[in-house]
C-alpha cells in the first residue's frame, strides 16, 4: 500500500492548517479561524471515509491522523483557554487525559511490546464532542448563538474526557494483566 495517499495527503493538509488556524485566532481573525477550523474538519472525516472506501488503510495513517487531530485540538483548546474563551480547567482535563492515554500506550509498549492499541466508542465520542465544542466556540465568537447552550456543552466534554480517560486505563490494565 503507498504511503503518498489521498487520506495520507488529506491528513498532512490539516497538519498544515494548524499553524494558520493558530494565527487566526492569534490575530482575533476569528471567522478565519473557523473556515480553517471547519476545513481541518472537513479533511479528517474526508481521510477516514476515503481510507475506508478505497481501502487505502496505512501504518502512516493509522499513526498520523490520531496525531492531526491531537495537534489541532491542544492548539485550540491551549489558545482558546488563553484568550478567555473556554475555561482553563477543561483546557487541562482535555489534555491531561491525552497525556494519561499517550503514557499509558508507552508504558504498555515497554511491558508487552504490544503497539496496537483499538480506540474506543467513547474515546471517539470524546474526540467528537471536543471538536464540536471548539467548532461551536467559534461559532459563538463569529455569531452570538443563543445563551444556555456552552455550559452543558463544557460539562459533557469535561466528562466524555475523563470516562474516555478512565476506559482506556481499565483497558490497559486489562491487557497488561493479560500479557
Keep these: 500500500m503507498a504511503v503518498l495517499n489521498l487520506p495520507n495527503a488529506l491528513t498532512t493538509v490539516r497538519i498544515i492548517i494548524i499553524p494558520a488556524f493558530a494565527t487566526s485566532v492569534m490575530y482575533q481573525r476569528y471567522n478565519h479561524a473557523l473556515y480553517l477550523f471547519v476545513a481541518a474538519a472537513l479533511t479528517d472525516a474526508l481521510d477516514g471515509l476515503t481510507a475506508r ?23 485550540a483548546f491551549i489558545l482558546f483557554s488563553y484568550y478567555g474563551l473556554v475555561p482553563g480547567w477543561l483546557t487541562i482535563t482535555v489534555i491531561s487525559r491525552d497525556i494519561i492515554v ?52 463544557i460539562w459533557a466534554v469535561a466528562l466524555s474526557a475523563v470516562a474516555s480517560g478512565v476506559q482506556y486505563i481499565q483497558r490497559g490494565l486489562k491487557h497488561a494483566g493479560q500479557k
Design 53 to 75: 472506501l478505497k481501502n487505502q488503510r496505512t501504518a502512516l495513517g493509522t499513526f498520523l491522523d490520531p496525531l492531526a487531530d491531537k495537534f489541532l485540538i491542544v492548539t
Design 102 to 153: 499517550v503514557t499509558g500506550w508507552m508504558l504498555l509498549y515497554m511491558t508487552t511490546h504490544t503497539m496496537k492499541v483499538e480506540p474506543s466508542v467513547l474515546g471517539k465520542a470524546a474526540i467528537a464532542l471536543q471538536l464540536a465544542f471548539l467548532c461551536y466556540v467559534l461559532l459563538d465568537i463569529n455569531y452570538v448563538l443563543p445563551p444556555g447552550i456552552k455550559t452543558p456543552f
